[in-house]
């Protein structure tokens, strides 16, 4: 299946991906420390933000679903951040809501992809996916 993601969406995943890995390697500011195991998703997912992505099982997906979920809690904490010391109309402010946004909007596209693929791993195997049938059961773009 295809993650499809235009420009804006595409510039905000990346910059917010910077920024958790920035603040994975120096002491952290922000209340949302990513965990280790969090961040090697980050970094994984960040050679791959130049285009629509192609998720080829459950498993990815949830791989994907996490990266993203890590950088958009990460933005959403930096835009409380900018709102509380700036004010919401300031150009900062205005420039993280729409990182924020963008980055909402594709975990949410990827939620319901997500549903979609485990619905078909269910219908497929007759139970709800395990580990084995969410990277096993692949699906074609």
Known sequence: MIL???FEE???LASGAEMVLAETGA???SAVAAPAEAAALVELLLPRLTGDMSLTSLAEQRQVRKAISVI???LRVRLDDRIVRFG???EESINTYFDYAHTRVVLDRLDRMGAEMYAIVELITGASPTEHTAKSVTFPD
């Open 27 to 29: 002491a952290s500011e």
């Open 10 to 12: 595409l510039r905000a």
């Open 88 to 90: 919401p109309g300031q």
């Open 4 to 6: 499809h993601c235009n």
């Open 72 to 74: 958009c809690d990460e």
